[in-house]
């Protein structure tokens, strides 16, 4: 309708039972407009300001249908001196909070008959003035919401690293865990055979104890397959996974434990899942052998441990010094021993 009119600078659009949505662009050809009038068009938005309105000075809306009002728009009107939205059914709550203090605050714009303005909805409000409405609840709102955020944030924040330090380990663990209890029940339901007769817990620093003594008299002597750690775990795969899969593919897990074991964290997480399995099968699936005197106040530190050796039999490999002959009998017979807890009392052992 006005392309041919680029250049009007006085427009009067008045009266229209209902804009158009498909005039929304009609007056985008208007770069020159100085005065507009666009009363009782039934306008819902502001959308029809869309373009360039850099030489506006008038603008009246009254008699339309605008609830919200994006101050925005009237900011990017930089020669506008005159506003009328007269008889429009506002909404007075925080939709209309920074239209409301664009009123009171602005300094360039006069807009005409605002104290006059009233609200429509809610109900609750209506025919209150929209200029009344206090806009400072409506910070304190979005200011309490930041702060709940932040606030929450720092808690996750806090809580997340706690779980990191503190925690870490027992989910992990307790994650394979729950992993090896499906693969290990799956496996039973096949009728799966154990790959390794025993899998060697031990600490590092009883390595030379375990590769020169253990290892030869069980697996050369006496014909046992041993699972350990350098040997037999899979090269790229995770830790405490290794750790799970080589418990859970043996008969039995043997527990070569002196104070450096007792001071590993990662050989207290292969005796973490040694005695869950213990405890979830009820089996007699673990063997524990101390190769040095370890009094019951030097192990009241480690729970674990101090209630294993309570509640059931050991190997000391110190008090057998002049009988090891013995010694290693007991061990082929704690391996050769079925999986009912009642088979560790065939073992003739001493207490801690």
Not at 284 to 295: A, C, G, K, T
Request: charged content about 20%.
């Amino acid at each position: 309708m006005f392309t041919y009119t680029p250049r009007l600078v006085n427009l009067s659009y008045t009266s229209n039972e209902k804009w158009n949505l498909h005039e929304q662009n009609l007056l985008k050809p208007l770069s020159e407009l100085q005065h507009l009038d666009l009363t009782g068009n039934g306008l819902e938005t502001l959308h029809v300001l869309s373009g360039n309105r850099s030489k506006l000075e008038r603008l009246i809306l009254a008699r339309n249908e605008l609830k919200i009002i994006d101050e925005s728009i009237f900011k990017r009107l930089p020669s506008l001196k005159y506003l009328d939205l007269s008889d429009n059914p506002f909404v007075c709550n925080c939709s209309n909070a920074d239209f409301i203090s664009w009123v009171l605050n602005n300094t360039q714009v006069f807009v005409a008959d605002a104290f006059q303005y009233k609200c429509s909805y809610p109900l609750s409000q209506k025919d209150q003035l929209l200029l009344s409405f206090n806009v400072q609840s409506c910070w304190e709102s979005v200011s309490f919401t930041c702060f709940m955020s932040s606030s929450a944030l720092v808690l996750v924040t806090l809580l997340s690293s706690f779980i990191y330090h503190f925690l870490r380990w027992q989910l992990v663990y307790g994650y394979y865990l729950f992993r090896a209890f499906l693969y290990d029940g799956r496996k039973r339901r096949q009728g799966w055979a154990h790959v390794y007769d025993a899998f060697v817990s031990y600490n590092v620093h009883d390595e030379e104890w375990v590769y020169h003594r253990l290892v030869p008299e069980l697996e050369e002597q006496q014909g046992w397959k041993l699972c350990l750690h350098h040997r037999n775990f899979e090269p790229g795969k995770a830790i405490v996974e290794n750790i799970t899969d080589a418990i859970y593919s043996s008969r039995k897990t043997l527990c070569v434990i002196s104070r450096r074991y007792l001071q590993s964290e990662w050989c207290s997480r292969e005796i973490q899942m040694a005695s869950c399995r213990l405890f979830d099968e009820q089996k007699d699936v673990l063997i524990l052998l101390f190769l040095e005197e370890i009094s019951s106040v030097e192990l009241s530190p480690f729970y674990r441990m101090r209630k294993l050796v309570k509640s059931r039999s050991y190997l000391s490999w110190t008090q057998t010094r002049t009988h090891r002959g013995l010694f290693w009998e007991r061990v082929r017979q704690a391996l050769e021993s079925g999986n009912d807890p009642t088979d560790a009392h065939k073992l003739l052992t001493a207490n801690v």
